[in-house]
């Protein structure tokens, strides 16, 4: 076999399973059993439409049976390698197919669309090797090898069957556009229930060719999560094969996503938001755990809305679950989650965590601030902060995002409040941004339903040491997008008693 491991197909997913490395000619890609799934699933998609491109194997579109794919695919053989003419030479019945070049020709290239219209996802398991400590090198002969090689025996094919040379080479991702080295790690898992996550391997590099443009079943989040008195890992069966887990940083907590094959998507784009754990930190105690993607309807008794979360007063974490089911293919219900259950043990520790976004602001009098926008979703945190980047440009002469959304305040021994945050990225409406930094930030996003309504925008906006740092609050504002700027009711309007304060914190009011 071409690949050096395996391969599967769920949904609009491939998930290429490596050991070691790619095929590495165009004879090994189209002799590969990936190439011969491809194909397969090709013709038979172009029967259920009856296709006028079938015609290129010379007879009725149900006489086309699996031994003229095989007399298909050598026909590609001697095409990656020599001119149209060649075909009927080496192979007897070949001549069918190069009937009509401009058919054949028609043929590959919807072929080639049809392979980059899959999310491609490539799943390095070296455990032997321990390639994990040359991520480079391993990245390099995966990711980088497949893509032109995948482009290369397409050109080849191509000009094989015009005679001629293309004058303008387009080099789009044709390999995987996503690759990880995940790897077995004895992590401190409890006992019991727990030990079914063991053989789940853990995420410890990732890379991924951006812009990605994905478009899960999902634009929106609905419902809450609920909090249930049985953890769910009792009712839940894991295979492991088919998870990932995920440990992210989660301002000073370690929490593990495990992710279901259905939902690779979303869950590896938690690479733009999460800080990636390293082993130093996967050696501290486990906060939390969430399974995103359970399959079956093992949660459905659980709660109403079976997106929920179990307190494990015992071991010290929280457990939390959501189904695979299409309804719940949104981002929203990873980020949520996971912030979720970051507020709760905070609170456990006796800080305070905010619904807000934090940036420390830098004048070109070397004045600086840090401010607190505290807000709901849709109450314009993000929108402020996007506009102190376009109108303070002039008086700015640095602005970091500690906060994009939620985190942490805390007291230090001498009085001052001190701000933490939580993410390294943010998960913001495209809307909300203006295009100039949208489209300067395209080499690094994650663009989600992008042809839809809300469609949303994963990038990076900040380092972990910035979320971890530790900031003296200067200011807090609530973000007040419901009421109209006039004589009663200023741009900027001094809360003057604490229970004001409080009393417009509770209310929580947000028009969105």
Same mark, same amino acid.
């Given at each position: ?9 769920? =949904? ?9 490395? /790619?095929?590495?000619? $165009? ?16 013709? =038979? ?32 053989? /001697? ?52 390639? *994990? ?57 409890? *006992? ?107 949660? *459905?008794?659980?709660?109403?809305? $079976? ?30 989650? /996971? ?70 305040? *805390? ?64 200011? /807090? ?36």
């Amino acid at each position: 076999m071409g690949f050096h491991g395996t391969f599967r197909f769920v =949904n609009n997913k491939v998930i290429i399973l490596l050991r070691d490395k /790619v095929c590495e000619t $165009p004879e090994e890609l189209i002799t590969s059993e990936l190439f011969l799934e491809v194909v397969t699933r090709f013709v =038979n998609d172009l029967k259920r439409k009856q296709a006028p491109l079938l015609q290129v194997f010379g007879k009725p579109i149900h006489e086309i049976e699996y031994t003229d794919i095989h007399e298909l695919i050598r026909v590609f053989q /001697v095409l990656g390698k020599m001119p149209l003419e060649a075909v009927p030479k080496l192979i007897e019945a070949g001549g069918r197919f190069i009937a009509n070049p401009s058919l054949l020709q028609a043929f590959v290239e919807d072929l080639y669309n049809y392979w980059r219209q899959f999310e491609r996802f490539i799943i390095c398991d070296s455990t032997g090797d321990r390639l *994990d400590k040359r991520p480079y090198r391993t990245f390099n002969s995966t990711i980088e090898s497949l893509t032109h090689l995948v482009r290369q025996t397409y050109r080849d094919i191509a000009e094989n069957i015009t005679g001629q040379h293309s004058n303008i080479y387009r080099q789009v991702r044709a390999g995987a556009e996503v690759a990880v080295i995940a790897l077995p790690k004895d992590l401190a898992l409890p *006992d019991r229930q727990y030990q079914q996550l063991r053989s789940i391997p853990i995420i410890r590099q990732l890379l991924l060719y951006p812009p990605l443009l994905l478009n899960p079943p999902m634009n929106k989040r609905t419902g809450k999560f609920e909090r249930i008195s049985r953890n769910p890992l009792e009712l839940i069966e894991v295979t492991p094969h088919e998870w990932l887990c995920y440990p992210a940083k989660v301002g000073p907590l370690l929490i593990l996503v495990y992710i279901h094959e259905k939902f690779f998507e979303l869950g590896l784009s938690l690479c733009n938001l999460f800080e990636l754990a390293d082993d130093n930190f996967l050696n501290r105690p486990i906060d939390a755990i969430y399974l995103f993607g359970v399959p079956g309807n093992a949660l *459905d008794t659980l709660a109403p809305m $079976p997106t929920v979360f179990y307190d494990d007063l015992e071991h010290h974490m929280i457990t939390a679950a959501c189904p695979n089911k299409d309804q719940f293919g949104y981002f929203g219900y990873l980020k949520k989650m /996971v912030l979720t259950l970051h507020n709760i043990k905070i609170m456990q520790q006796e800080k305070m965590p905010y619904h807000g976004a934090m940036v420390r602001l830098v004048t070109k009098n070397n004045r600086s601030w840090t401010v607190l926008i505290i807000g709901d979703t849709g109450a314009g945190k993000s929108e402020t902060l996007e506009a102190f980047r376009i109108f303070g440009d002039a008086q700015i002469e640095e602005m970091i995002i500690i906060a994009d959304d939620m985190g942490s305040l *805390d007291i230090d021994p001498k009085g001052n409040v001190i701000g933490y945050g939580t993410e390294v990225g943010a998960f913001v409406r495209l809307d909300d941004l203006q295009p100039g930094y949208a489209f300067g930030q395209l080499d690094r996003s994650i663009i989600m339903n992008p042809n839809q309504v809300n469609a949303r925008i994963v990038l990076p906006v900040t380092t972990y040491e910035h979320v971890m740092k530790g900031y003296a609050v200067d200011m /807090v504002l609530y973000a007040n997008n419901y009421e109209d700027v006039d004589e009663e009711h200023p741009i900027i309007e001094r809360l003057t008693t604490p229970e004001t304060a409080l009393h417009i914190f509770r209310e929580g009011t947000a028009m969105s």
